[in-house]
């Protein structure tokens, strides 16, 4: 028996994907391509622009084809897209179930189950265990701890994909990582839908800066990421970890979207830039060295070229690593896509222009100055094209380099040695 899995979107969906994989895997499956015949199609979808509605769509009529040739394949579609519009993931063609996302993680059995229930994932109040000991990706683990937001900005449509926020209890979370050290991983990724939120739903005062406490303390563990965490949500708490946990990577990336009061307001975010470029200032103070990256929308409705060049300079007077650049799309049911305004594509595309060169800038100055200090950088062994090792540093800047004597998932620790086009060119200072 084969199965081939699509997952579009996110990391939280990647790491779903492989708990949903799992057990067809226990059970003897073989997992191939999504392209080659199989007898299981699912498809783990996203919903968080119009472009991913149309991927998730077009990857669901790929696997009907498989179907069209073979009555005898089952088809599953999970995830945000199928969340929100599961009526029109029905209207194209013989789909044997569509799972919320919240029973993703029971795929394998509901395949058997004659009654299964779509839900209302606003009604759903705890987070859905999901656990793999094996992750697709082989040189770190992304692990999801948190789902859900409560939020509500006027243009994200995933609150009504993923629900209220819930959080992981601590002790699944840790077992997790028990486990996986055992497996040989030693840098984990903190995921969440909303990750700062972590622990609020909880009974007691358990949030973030705890679990990363308790995770610290497994023996294995080298290094964890944060991913995701909005700016508004580093506590006293969370910020006094962060200045003194070595294992917490010089590297957080931080959800901006706008440079300018006026679309932060329409947005319904919850800061000032004034917040914003405190936060960031005060993190600078407890790690010098830190790498940030933000998350920024352009086109959003009534973003005219005075606001535009708002958020230009207030990005240009920052001190940050990277942006990842996103053009605004109009996400039907939520708050903005009813708004005037909206701001021509063309347009839209040349301002996500100039942030490029912006974000390309300050990597630059940034990768020049980790070379300039001798920074230290970590980081796990990824791969090696043609005798070159590559490894992602702990700063997030991409490392390169030769050795006889490592092994793909090693942890390394370096020394920068001259920049190359894509990062650093290091050499190892400490392997264990």
Known sequence: MKIAVKTLGCKINQYETSCIVEPFLKAGYELVEFDSDADVYIINTCTVTNRTDFKSRNSIRKALKHKAENPDVKIVVTGCFAQREPDAVDELGDIDLVIDNQQKGNIYSLLKSEDVEFHDILEEKFFAEMSTGVMTENSRVFLKVQDGCDFYCSYCAVPYARGHSRSRKPEKVLE???LLTSNGYYEFVLGGINLGLYGRDLEGTYHLENLIQDISKIEGVKLIRLSSIEPQLFTEGLMAEIATNPKICSHLHIPLQS??????????????TSEFR????ELRSIRPDMAFGFDVITGFPGETDELFKETYDFLSSLDFTYLH???YSKRSGTPAADMKQQVNGKVTHERVSRLNELSNKKKAEYTQLLLKEKTTLRGIVEANTDGIWTALSDHYIRVYFESDIVSQGDYVVYTPKAIISEGLEVVINDQS
Do not use: P, W
């Open 325 to 327: 650049n996103f053009t």
């Open 176 to 178: 997790q990582v028990e």
């Open 259 to 272: 440079g300018c009061d006026t679309i932060l307001k329409s947005m319904k975010r919850h800061y000032s």
């Open 278 to 281: 405190a936060k960031i200032e």
